[in-house]
Nanobody
Framework: QVQLVESGGGLVQAGGSLRLSCACS????????MGWFRQAPGKDREFVAG????????WYRDSVKGRFTISRDNAENTVYLQMNSLKPEDTAVYYC?????????????????WGQGTQVTVSS
């Protein structure tokens, strides 16, 4: 049984930083291309960042480029999302997701496994 568990969310002021972690159990995380998504109240879930199996290719939504960095430590079975220069519009529940077969995807339906999410709130 694959489980993805996010941590690291919280309340931060605009301009601040947070680092989210996603720990994988039940299967080695190197089996998955990984992504981070977010969902704000009343809005659809949206793609944030992705990383391929080996960690040498990443992709981001335009609004977070230059501020967010996705990385992975396959030995620790963990993926990270470093978020800098946070803005109030980054406020959302953040989810990590794993895709067995696809790398480079921005679409949620291409991901097979999902965590429960962690809340990020950025105050102005």
């Amino acid at each position: 049984q694959v489980q993805l568990v996010e941590s690291g969310g919280g309340l931060v002021q605009a301009g601040g930083s947070l680092r989210l972690s996603c720990a994988c159990s039940g299967r080695t995380i190197s089996s998955f291309a990984m992504g981070w998504f977010r969902q704000a109240p009343g809005k659809d879930r949206e793609f944030v960042a992705g990383i391929n199996w080996g960690g040498d290719t990443t992709w981001y939504r335009d609004s977070v480029k230059g501020r967010f960095t996705i990385s992975r430590d396959n030995a620790e079975n963990t993926v990270y999302l470093q978020m800098n220069s946070l803005k109030p519009e980054d406020t959302a529940v953040y989810y990590c997701a794993g895709s067995i077969n696809y790398s480079g995807s921005y679409a949620s339906h291409m991901y097979d496994y999902w965590g429960q999410g962690t809340q990020v709130t950025v105050s102005s």
